[in-house]
C-alpha cells in the first residue's frame, strides 16, 4: 500500500511530513493475521499474542493490552513525549518523525545493551500502525472501550471493526459549542450517557449573548458532555486558547500506555478516583503512588511516566501546554521539569 500524506497533529503543532508510506507486509499465518516489518523490527499476533522482534532481542504482549495501547498511539498521533506500549515497546514523537523503540526506557534492557531504537517519518509508522490495528481487530472488540463494554480481542482472525478504529477525534479550535466547532454530544449523534453517569444533570446553561456577539458567546455542561463519553483514556481537546489545550476524558480500567512525558502536565480529577503509578521516565525506577480523588488536582512533572488505574468511570481534566518549544527547553534545563515553586 502506498500512500502520500501531510498529517495535522493532533498536539504540538503541524507535522509537514509529505513521504511515501510504505506499508510492508508478511503473508497470514495459520490464524489468519498478517505479519508487518517496519525497518528491522518484526511484529506478528496469533490467538492471544502479539510478538516484536528486533536484531537484539524480542518481546511477547498481550493482543489485547498491545491494541489498545497501538489505538492510542495511532489516534493521538503520537502524542507528547514517549507512549510506552509496556515497559519494553513503545515510541518517542519528535513531531515530525517518531522513534519505533524497544528496551530503550528499560534499565535491564540498556545494560544488557540488547535495546533498539529506529526513526521513521510519521507517516510511515503511522500507516504501518494503521493497518496493524486494522488487520488485527475482530469484530465486536473496540480497543477504546472498557473491557465490560467490549468483546474479546482473542482468537484467530474474525472480520473486523474499523467504525470503532476510525473514531472522529475530538480537537476543537475554540471550544466545543462554538459555531463551526466540534458539536455537543447526544443520544442523536449516537452519545448515550454511560451507565457509571446516570446520576449525572444533562441540563444545559442558559446563554444571553449581547447583540452582535451571539457567534463569540458560547457555554456548555462539561460534565453531560464527558458523561455520553463512549470511550476511555481520550484526551479531547474541548477548549483551545493558544497553546492551552483543555483535554477532559473518561477513565475506566487501566491506561493501555504507560505515558512519558516532555512537558508538565495537569491534572484535575472532576469525579471518581484515578490510582497512579509514577515512574522515572528514561529507567521505570519507581518515583510515586498518587491517589486522586474528586476535586484533587496535581501536576505531573516533565521527566516521569505515569499508568492510572480507574476502578469505575471516572472523569480527568486533563491540561495541556501545547507550546512546541517546551521539549528542548526542558530538556536543555532552560525550564525545569516541575511548574510550580511552593
Ligand atoms: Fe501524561
Excluded at 151 to 179: C, D, E, L
Excluded at 308 to 321: A, F, I, Q, T
Aim: proline letters at 5%; hydrophobic letters at 35%; aromatic letters at 12%.
Amino acid at each position: 500500500m502506498a500512500t502520500t500524506e501531510t498529517d495535522q497533529a493532533t498536539f504540538g503543532g503541524t507535522v509537514e511530513a509529505t513521504v511515501e508510506a510504505q506499508v510492508e507486509t508478511v503473508e497470514r499465518n495459520p490464524e489468519g493475521y498478517l505479519g508487518f516489518k517496519l525497518g528491522e523490527f518484526e511484529f506478528s499476533r496469533d490467538d492471544y499474542f502479539v510478538y516484536i522482534s528486533w536484531p537484539t532481542g524480542s518481546h511477547v504482549m498481550s493482543a489485547d493490552t498491545f491494541l489498545k495501547a497501538l489505538q492510542r498511539d495511532v489516534a493521538w498521533e503520537f502524542f507528547y513525549g514517549i507512549v510506552n506500549f509496556d515497559g519494553v515497546i513503545g515510541t518517542v514523537n519528535h513531531y515530525g518523525d517518531v522513534d519505533l523503540f524497544a528496551g530503550r526506557y528499560n534499565d535491564g534492557w540498556r545494560k544488557a545493551e540488547l535495546d533498539h531504537l529506529e526513526n521513521f517519518p510519521t507517516a510511515h509508522i503511522k500507516a504501518t500502525f494503521e493497518a496493524m490495528l486494522d488487520d488485527w481487530t475482530n469484530e465486536g472488540f473496540d480497543p477504546f472501550a472498557s473491557p465490560d463494554e467490549t468483546g474479546t480481542a482473542f482468537g484467530p482472525k474474525n472480520g473486523s471493526n474499523k467504525a470503532a478504529i476510525t473514531r472522529h477525534r475530538v480537537t476543537a479550535q475554540r471550544m466545543v459549542g462554538v459555531p463551526g466547532d466540534e458539536g455537543l454530544r447526544s443520544d442523536e449523534t449516537g452519545h448515550t450517557v454511560n451507565r457509571h453517569f446516570l446520576d449525572v444533570p444533562q441540563d444545559e446553561p442558559e446563554i444571553h449573548a449581547e447583540q452582535g456577539f451571539e457567534g463569540d458567546v458560547a457555554a456548555f455542561n462539561l460534565f453531560a458532555y464527558l458523561s455520553r463519553s463512549d470511550v476511555t483514556w481520550n484526551p479531547s481537546v474541548v477548549a483551545a486558547c493558544k497553546d492551552s489545550l483543555a483535554c477532559p476524558t473518561t477513565e475506566e480500567y487501566i491506561l493501555p500506555i504507560i505515558h512519558g512525558n516532555d512537558r508538565v502536565e495537569w491534572f484535575v480529577q472532576l469525579s471518581d478516583k484515578i490510582i497512579w503509578d509514577v515512574e522515572d521516565r528514561d529507567t521505570g525506577t519507581v518515583r510515586a503512588k498518587v491517589v486522586m480523588k474528586a476535586g484533587d488536582v496535581c501536576a505531573m512533572p516533565a521527566d516521569i511516566r505515569h499508568q492510572g488505574y480507574s476502578p469505575k468511570r471516572s472523569m480527568l481534566l486533563v491540561w495541556e501546554n501545547a507550546d512546541s518549544e517546551l521539549p528542548a527547553l526542558i530538556s536543555s534545563g532552560k525550564l525545569p521539569t516541575y511548574p510550580v515553586d511552593l
